[in-house]
């Protein structure tokens, strides 16, 4: 009896293993929301990182967080960096603009990822789309944080934009 037990785990943990070799390990976020203003005015805030924590969720998430800001906060180049008990990060905009969005690159810890934040004019409003692109790097088990990814990150992104929504429309 316990020999089957035991026969029968192995089995189990090497099928676990098995799937998670050939699982994906690239993820893909994407959240969106309309708020009603010009891509201008939403760029107020998401094109500095200066305004930030005015509408990101992350200092809620993780109150430990520390940020500093680079000798550039807008534009091509505007950087930030963070340590918290959770590990450290940074992101550096890799384009800014005030019709379209920026787009940057993030690192946390070992993992790096390309984010955006684009707008599109709907007659009066705007739609902003907030996306991340990535790999979860780590063998066997990056399948499967990739398959988890779009809940943890993504109620993350609806926060944010929510709150964006709020300041902008104030």
């Known amino acids: 009896m316990a020999n089957r037990f035991l026969i029968a785990s192995l089995i189990a943990v090497a ?3 098995l799937v ?5 390990q ?3 976020v994407t959240r969106s929301i309309v708020i009603d203003a010009a891509p201008s005015a939403i760029h107020e805030y998401v094109g500095d990182l200066k305004r930030w924590p005015e509408w990101g969720p992350w200092q809620e998430v993780d109150p430990s967080m520390e940020v500093n800001l680079g000798k550039k906060t807008t534009g091509v180049g505007a950087e930030r960096n963070w340590t918290s008990d959770r590990g450290a990060g940074k992101v550096v905009f890799t384009e800014s603009a005030k019709e379209t969005g920026i787009v940057y690159d993030m690192t946390f810890g070992e993992g790096k990822s390309k984010s955006s934040i684009r707008y599109e004019r709907e007659e009066q409003s705007t739609r902003v789309t907030w996306q991340v692109d990535g790999v979860a790097d780590m063998p066997v088990f990056g399948g499967y944080a990739a398959l988890l990814m779009d809940e943890a990150i993504g109620e993350q992104f609806e926060k944010g934009l929510e709150k964006l929504k709020q300041v902008v429309e104030g």
């Open 26 to 28: 690239d993820y893909t």
């Open 20 to 24: 998670g070799v050939f699982l994906s």
């Open 15 to 17: 099928l676990l293993v």
